[in-house]
């Protein structure tokens, strides 16, 4: 049974530096495009960064390029999230995915919407502290 799990999750201060992990058991993840999603008290879940099965292509929100890097060890069956110069507004729940739906338009690459995936995590929580 495959679960993805996450990990590095917190409290910090604006600013500050998280890492945060996502390991896919029972899951070959080479194949697989990954994904970190956020969600924020009474707002939907929206897509922070993907990162192809090659990890060619990489994808990143608007709100979120220059301070995170999305990386994979596949043969760790690991996804992170480097995540720098955290504000309050990056407050929410991280989710990782694995078999994320993704798009490719041109030189764009990013996840469907609605955010669509084969398998999730349960969440990690970031709270940044202004």
């Known amino acids: 049974q495959v679960q993805v799990v996450e990990s590095g999750g917190g409290l910090v201060q604006a600013g500050g530096s998280l890492r945060l992990s996502c390991t896919a058991s029972e899951l070959t993840i080479d194949h697989y495009a990954m994904g970190w999603f956020r969600q924020a008290k009474g707002k939907e879940r929206e897509g922070v960064s993907c990162?192809?099965?090659?990890?060619?292509?990489?994808f990143y929100a608007d709100s979120v390029k220059g301070r995170f890097t999305i990386s994979r060890d596949n043969a760790k069956k690991t996804v992170y999230l480097q995540m720098h110069s955290l504000q309050p507004e990056d407050t929410a729940m991280y989710y990782c995915?694995?078999?994320?739906?993704?798009?490719?338009?041109?030189?764009?690459?990013?996840?469907?919407?609605?955010?669509?995936?084969?398998?999730w995590g349960q969440g990690t929580q970031v709270t940044v502290s202004s």
């Open positions: 995915a694995a078999g994320v739906k993704t798009e490719l338009a041109g030189n764009s690459y990013y996840p469907a919407r609605p955010a669509t995936a084969d398998y």
């Open positions: 990162i192809s099965g090659s990890g060619r292509l990489t």
